[in-house]
């Protein structure tokens, strides 16, 4: 199986940016499907943006498009999520997510490794 762990959050102002690091160990990197997942207090943990083995092919969420970009270093096995404009909205616990296969899922049941979480909070 595969350990992830998150970092890079923390208490930012709204406008600002962060980088979001998720790094892997225990399997090859390159075999998984990896994915950014977020979850507010009180709220379902949602879909932000998953990316392929290579990051030949990327998808995400609505509320991301060109704010968010995900990205991955197979030769780091990391994969990130660069966060630009931060809004209020976007305080949550960020996850990064595993899936051993080819789809990009956006849904939580179908990534089968989870790291712990890592808080961004966006002050107003």
């Known amino acids: 199986q595969v350990q992830l762990v998150e970092s890079g959050g923390g208490l930012v102002q709204a406008g600002d940016s962060l980088r979001l690091s998720c790094a892997a160990s225990?399997?090859?990197?390159?075999?998984?499907?990896m994915a950014w997942f977020r979850q507010a207090p009180g709220k379902e943990r949602e879909f932000v943006a998953a990316?392929?083995?290579?990051?030949?092919?990327?998808y995400g969420a609505d509320f991301v498009q060109g704010r968010f970009t995900i990205s991955r270093d197979n030769a780091k096995s990391t994969m990130y999520l660069q966060m630009n404009s931060l809004k209020p909205e976007d305080t949550a616990a960020y996850y990064c997510?595993?899936?051993?296969?080819?789809?990009?899922?956006?849904?939580?049941?179908?990534?089968?490794?989870w790291g712990q979480g890592t808080q961004v909070t966006v002050s107003s």
């Open positions: 997510a595993a899936d051993r296969g080819m789809t990009l899922f956006t849904t939580v049941k179908n990534y089968d490794y």
């Open positions: 225990g399997r090859t990197f390159s075999n998984y499907v």
């Open positions: 990316i392929n083995w290579n990051g030949g092919k990327i």
